[in-house]
């Protein structure tokens, strides 16, 4: 059972995927207030939430793991649009593949755990795949996409998120309780974006597009609240490092769509579907997949 909510994960991923890349790069320049618009749907999913399953009063003790997924829910954001506005979508995605290493390496260097020589192998394939991934050859010159450096930042970001809901978890906290907790703080945390003058300014210009793009941000919104819902039903059953390996998938799932619906919505993607370029990206994620499934091994 597990397995079909971590298939699913991917899939809806996929979709909010293609949203975020059309707002981010057609509609909103600047991160800050894509970030604000995006959080303000989290109050229609608390509520749902809250309907669907009673949510359990957390413990004062696990206040900082809410404050925690709150700051992950909000601060991976920036990174990964401004990834979303110098690269194709399914290349970005991929770069999440990152976040399997981040753990493993920490606890190398913070309490000396020894990897077996498989999960060095396995991080190895991962940086291999997602470098070879972000190279560019311009004039002569092979240089790193600019988006190899905001998503290296927004995976290591996203590295802790399934670990920390599988403390809540594993403390009693009940599933609508922990997602309806991430998205209060996170919500909360995107009110500041109203502080500084910049910020506040340019979301005011922007509220009438926000409004003429609500069933975009709707589609986008739901589109992510089934995936992140789909992976943490399958968090709360399963270990974190395999519900994590499946979610992986995602950037199949994005050529997949690209490929069927490129052509019906040209307006939409941003994605190279030509053939030398889909067959090079499905090694390439195939290689990152294997080297997630051998550091979780």
């Known amino acids: 059972m597990w397995l079909l909510f971590a298939l699913l994960a991917p899939a809806f991923y996929g979709g909010s995927n293609i949203f975020d890349t059309f707002l981010a790069n057609r509609k909103f320049r600047n991160p800050f207030t894509l970030v604000f618009y995006t959080s303000l749907f989290n109050l229609a999913f608390i509520a749902l939430l809250f309907v669907l399953q009673r949510p359990t009063i957390p413990t004062t003790e696990v206040i900082p793991i809410f404050l925690l997924l709150g700051f992950i829910n909000v601060g991976y954001l920036y990174p990964y649009y401004r990834a979303l506005q110098n690269d194709d979508t399914s290349v970005v995605v991929a770069f999440f593949g990152l976040g399997r290493i981040f753990i493993p390496i920490l606890a190398f260097f913070i309490v000396g755990e020894v990897l077996a020589s498989t999960q060095y192998v396995g991080i190895a394939l991962i940086i291999a795949g997602v470098m070879a991934l972000s190279v560019r050859r311009e004039h002569a010159r092979f240089l790193l996409s600019k988006a190899a450096g905001y998503m290296t930042l927004a995976a290591f970001v ?140």
């Open 158 to 297: 996203m590295a802790f998120e399934g670990v920390l809901l599988k403390y809540l978890f594993e403390h009693g906290v009940n599933f609508s309780a922990a997602l309806g907790g991430e998205m209060i703080v996170s919500l909360l945390l995107a009110m500041f974006f109203l502080i500084p003058h910049t910020t506040r300014t340019d979301i005011v210009a922007n509220a009438g597009l926000f409004r003429k793009m609500l069933p975009v941000f709707a589609a986008e919104e739901a589109f992510t609240f089934l995936g992140f819902a789909a992976e943490s039903y399958a968090i709360v059953i399963a270990p974190v490092s395999m519900v994590k390996g499946v979610t992986m998938l995602a950037p199949f799932f994005l050529l997949l769509y690209a490929k069927v619906l490129k052509n019906r919505l040209p307006g939409v993607f941003k994605e190279n579907v030509e053939k030398d370029s889909t067959i090079r990206k499905m090694i390439l994620f195939a290689l990152i997949v294997f080297g997630v499934m051998l550091v979780k091994s």
